[in-house]
């Protein structure tokens, strides 16, 4: 992946975590109940998850596979020390252009939505992959 590409994902997320600490921590927990979270077992999106269950949120986590194990194990194991309720979502690859619907139900009850996720394989078209645009 071009370096562009990387740190314009990169920008995109220090953006998520400062309106998340921002927004989310100036809400209370009656006004803000279920957050979604897209991209929920990847490094900094985890540690999103981890901090709102903490703080009593539920979370709907998007994954591309939550049949496998091996990729949300970490996942799996924050509820234990949180009072918040986790919910596990299978909606695949954001680079798979079959996305229309796959959001329709973990967006269902949810009060704000945090997007963490990026394409696994982008799909180039000729030109240079742009990690804003592209996704």
Do not use: W
Not at 25 to 52: C, D, E, F, R
Not at 62 to 70: E, F, G, W
């Amino acid at each position: 992946m071009p370096m562009l590409a990387i740190i314009n994902n990169l920008f995109i997320i220090v953006i998520l975590l400062q309106v998340t600490q921002t927004s989310i921590a100036m809400a209370s927990p009656t006004s803000i109940k279920t957050v979604l979270v897209s991209g929920a077992n990847g490094y900094l999106a985890s540690h999103i998850v981890k901090q709102l269950l903490e703080k009593q949120y539920n979370v709907h986590a998007c994954v591309r596979n939550k049949d496998n194990i091996s990729s949300i194990s970490h996942l799996l194991k924050i509820p234990n020390d949180s009072t918040g309720k986790l919910t596990l979502f299978s909606t695949g690859d954001l680079g798979d252009s079959s996305l229309v619907g796959r959001y329709d139900t973990p967006l269902v009850g949810c009060d704000a939505v945090i997007h963490a996720a990026s394409p696994l394989n982008p799909k180039l078209k000729g030109g240079e992959y742009d990690g804003i645009r592209d996704m």
